[in-house]
């Protein structure tokens, strides 16, 4: 279990596991609930990678990032630590 700190979102932290490029869980730590638990649903099962190339980017609000931009380079920084 890796835990990332975020920033620039609502959601303070994010929980992820990842085995084999694989992403098997994600919890959210804050943010808004209803939708981080969508994002972590989605992602569950995907393959790291395509789940960066899809997320990574997203803007919330105009602050530069967003739940699923943290969660995005979260997981780049697993990959490049596997």
Do not use: W
């Not at 789940?51 to 943290?70: E, H, M, V, W, Y």
């Amino acid at each position: 279990m890796y835990t990332y700190k975020t920033s620039g979102t609502c959601s303070t932290a994010i929980h992820i596991d990842v085995a084999d490029g694989i992403i098997q869980s994600v919890q959210f730590q804050g943010g808004c609930n209803g939708n981080t638990q969508g994002v972590a649903a989605l992602v569950k099962g995907m393959p790291a990678a395509e789940a960066i190339a899809r997320l990574k980017g997203i803007n919330c609000n105009f602050r530069g990032t967003s739940c699923p931009d943290q969660l995005a380079r979260a997981l780049e920084q697993i990959l490049a630590n596997q």
